[in-house]
Every structure is written in structure tokens, then in C-alpha cells.
């Protein structure tokens, strides 16, 4: 190959990388935001909460305290991280079941998605053991 068309080659790759990585991150904040938002939901509906173990009654009674908790769990919890500090009661333990699913399937499949390389005739990568039914 060329000096000219190698050059082209890596910006051609290192555009599609930030491309990915911006796509990746902008999921995961709108995952975040929209699962914080559900638990701010429910929270205000009177169907569940979310617990912190470490603030005081009145603290947790707090409006701007709710917003941001909500937040902060959804973020620990889609994140798998899960420090301990807050739990959810009602409504809200199923969706943070949910959004733990999710956290836990999204990166394998992420990786599934960007991360195969094609076989052959341009057919993506398949299980080995798998084989073509017999014409």
C-alpha cells in the first residue's frame, strides 16, 4: 500500500473509534437518565423508594436529595458497582432488577456488535459447531 492510502486507512479507523465511543457513551447516559427518571417517578407516585443508609430522615426528605439519588443508584446500578449505601423498596427493586439486566447484557452484546470480524463472503462471525442445514 501507499504512504497516502495507509494515512487514510488509520483516520478512516480512528474517526470510527471516537464515532463508537461517543455512541457508547451517549447510551449509557441516556440509560442513566432515563432509569433515574423512573425511579424519581416512582418515588414521587409513592410506590417505592430508595433507602440511604447513610443520610438522615429529613436529609432523604429533601427534594434536590431525591433527584440526585435516584440518579446516582441508577448510575451504580447499571454500572454493576454497587457500593451498598442505597437499596430500593416497592416498585422500585423490580426496575432496578431490570436495569441490572441490562447492564449485565449491554456490554457483551456491544462487544458482539462492534468487536466480530467478518467471516467469510462477508457473513459475520458464527459458532464454530454451527453448520448450514444440507440442500
Not at 40 to 53: A, R, Y
Not at 68 to 92: H, K, M, N
Amino acid at each position: 500500500m501507499c504512504c497516502g492510502c495507509e494515512k487514510m486507512k488509520r483516520s478512516i479507523i480512528g474517526r470510527k473509534t471516537w464515532h463508537n465511543f461517543l455512541v457508547l457513551f451517549l447510551l449509557y447516559m441516556n440509560l442513566v437518565l432515563s432509569f433515574g427518571l423512573i425511579y424519581c417517578l416512582i418515588e414521587w407516585s409513592g410506590w417505592g423508594f430508595i433507602l440511604d443508609h447513610y443520610a438522615s430522615y429529613a436529609h432523604q426528605q429533601q427534594w434536590h436529595d431525591r433527584i440526585t439519588r435516584s440518579f446516582y443508584f441508577s448510575a451504580i446500578t447499571l454500572l454493576s458497582v454497587g457500593y451498598g449505601d442505597l437499596s430500593p423498596f416497592g416498585l422500585a427493586r423490580g426496575v432496578a432488577i431490570l436495569e441490572a439486566m441490562i447492564g449485565y447484557v449491554l456490554p457483551a452484546a456491544l462487544v458482539i456488535r462492534y468487536f466480530t470480524l467478518p467471516g467469510p463472503e462477508g457473513r459475520k462471525f458464527r459458532l464454530s459447531g454451527w453448520r448450514a442445514p444440507k440442500k
